[in-house]
């Protein structure tokens, strides 16, 4: 079995910075792709940000020179940096790993969610 936990969201003024993190725990032999997605209230989810093992990343344009993720792969966590916001940016962000169990079996995994508003 296998937990992400995410922390670090919370309230910004425009303009501010926060930072995400998401660890995973349990039954992991490999931690392969590693990204933030958000979803805003009458939006779909969308992905903000990913990071292969290889550390080769991607962002929605939106994000570009403004956030920026990162993994440690000794610790299972990935991050999310995120610095000028807007808000726009007002969300719930969820991590999502894709996690290659100690069985050797591939499956996809979701954080629990974690609010980030900005606003004045």
């Known amino acids: 079995q296998v937990q992400l936990v995410e922390s670090g969201g919370g309230l910004v003024q425009p303009g501010g910075s926060l930072r995400l993190s998401c660890a995973a725990s349990?039954?992991?032999?490999?931690?392969?792709?590693m990204g933030w997605y958000r979803q805003a209230p009458g939006n779909q989810r969308e992905l903000v940000a990913a990071i292969s093992r290889g550390n080769t990343t991607n962002y929605a344009d939106s994000v570009k020179g403004r956030f920026t993720i990162s993994r440690d792969n000794a610790k299972n966590t990935v991050y999310l940096q995120m610095n000028s916001l807007k808000p726009q940016d007002t969300a719930a962000y969820y991590c999502?790993?894709?996690?290659?169990?100690?069985?050797?079996?591939?499956?996809?995994?979701w954080g629990q969610g974690n609010q980030v508003t900005v606003s004045t």
């Open positions: 999502h790993d894709s996690i290659t169990t100690q069985n050797l079996v591939t499956y996809d995994y």
């Open positions: 349990g039954s992991i032999f490999r931690i392969n792709t």
